[in-house]
């Protein structure tokens, strides 16, 4: 445990300090414990020097958004843990959460970010939409998870109380080789927030290491903390960083037609936004192609330094797009 590092990123959150910072001091003994501060103008710093002189504070100068304040946050404490546990702001842990963790990260070396189940705060006996118990994506980059598929949420009867291997762990809770973290570069901080944890894992994947989620540990989410679900600007994030994280890092066989079809689709849900949700929505969806258009020779250059490997796992592959919508199946054991 003293080899590992709780860092939570924080930016205007003294509430989420003050309810949940608790839970995680009194059961990480062993682990240090950091709040990195995106520049937050709110009482986020008095409350932890006043209630939490225990937390190690890292002061940040700039709002960098969720990727690249962790990249900026643990560049301080560089070569100082071999674990890091990226947890978010709003989770609630109980007894026991990193042990098993920890205990199968080091017991498969290949392992080198690794989540436990997500489950709702407000719904502790359903999982939560943030990583559920363990990521995949689609053949198109559309992401789900064991326990969650776009709302659908499953009931935790103990289904997934096993340790896999999946496609991608939640930034909500995850566990990370220090080393390989940085040894990749962290998280792409143009992505800002969202979408971010699936692009690295999948480089991890394309660098031969291993992703899991573990069972035997369980943590408990609010979600929605710094961007509700119906934010247009995370509307934005979440189709421009799906796009760029796509074209980064899908081999170059089948790539245009991928990218096209994923264009299509996008537009769709962007008719669906117009017609039955917000037109500042559909402006979002638009907002987002034309930005990721605009910075295409950015993303191209980053994906020239991917070395792609074709046989990846854990891609579904079908589009879960159509077997969710249109053929009914809103159970991960459907698909």
């Given at each position: 445990m003293n080899q590992t590092a709780v860092v939570i990123l924080n930016y205007n959150g003294?509430?989420?300090?003050?309810?949940?910072?608790?839970?995680?001091?009194?059961?990480?003994?062993?682990?240090?414990?950091?709040?990195?501060?995106?520049?937050?103008?709110?009482?986020?710093?008095?409350?932890?020097?006043?209630?939490?002189?225990?937390?190690?504070?890292?002061?940040?100068?700039?709002?960098y958004g969720f990727a690249q304040g962790y990249n900026e946050a643990?560049?301080?404490?560089?070569?100082?843990?071999?674990?890091?546990?990226?947890?978010?702001?709003?989770v609630e842990v109980p007894p026991n959460w990193i042990e098993p963790v920890l205990q199968l990260m080091k017991?498969?070396?290949?392992?080198?970010?690794?989540?436990?189940?997500?489950?709702?705060?407000?719904?502790?006996?359903?999982?939560?939409?943030?990583g559920a118990a363990g990521g995949y994506i689609d053949r198109l980059g559309y992401p789900f998870c064991r326990g969650r598929v776009f709302l659908s949420l499953e009931e935790d009867l103990g289904q997934y109380n096993d340790n896999v291997e999946v496609f991608w762990a939640t930034g909500a809770c995850m566990f990370v080789k220090a080393d390989v973290f940085h040894e990749l570069g962290g998280f792409d901080g143009d992505f800002f927030a969202h979408m971010e944890e699936i692009d690295l894992?999948?480089?991890?994947?394309?660098?031969?290491?291993?992703?899991?989620?573990?069972?035997?540990?369980?943590?408990?989410?609010?979600?929605?903390?710094?961007?509700?679900?119906?934010?247009?600007?995370?509307?934005f994030?979440?189709?421009?960083?799906?796009?760029?994280?796509?074209?980064?890092?899908?081999?170059?066989?089948?790539?245009?037609?991928t990218i096209l079809t994923r264009l299509i689709l996008d537009g769709v849900a962007g008719v669906k936004f117009l017609f039955f949700d917000t037109w500042e929505d559909c402006?979002?969806?638009?907002?987002?192609?034309?930005?990721?258009?605009?910075?295409?020779?950015?993303?191209?250059?980053?994906?020239?330094?991917?070395?792609k490997r074709n046989d990846l796992g854990q891609i579904f592959s079908h589009n879960i797009v159509w077997q969710y919508f249109v053929k009914g199946k809103k159970g991960f054991d459907e698909m």
């Open positions: 003294q509430k989420y300090l003050s309810d949940f910072l608790p839970s995680v001091i009194n059961n990480s003994s062993g682990a240090a414990i950091y709040v990195a501060d995106n520049a937050s103008n709110d009482n986020s710093i008095a409350i932890l020097n006043r209630d939490f002189p225990q937390v190690k504070i890292i002061k940040l100068n700039h709002n643990l560049e301080r404490i560089k070569g100082e843990y071999k674990y890091y546990i990226l947890l978010n702001s709003d017991a498969n070396p290949n392992i080198a970010a690794c989540q436990p189940k997500i489950k709702a705060y407000h719904e502790k006996t359903h999982f939560e939409y943030a894992c999948w480089r991890m994947k394309h660098a031969g290491y291993q992703i899991y989620t573990c069972g035997e540990s369980e943590v408990f989410h609010v979600g929605g903390g710094t961007l509700h679900k119906s934010n247009p600007h995370k509307t994030l979440n189709f421009r960083n799906g796009l760029a994280m796509l074209y980064k890092n899908h081999p170059d066989k089948g790539l245009f037609k402006w979002a969806v638009v907002r987002a192609h034309f930005n990721f258009y605009a910075h295409l020779g950015s993303w191209h250059k980053k994906r020239q330094k991917i070395k």
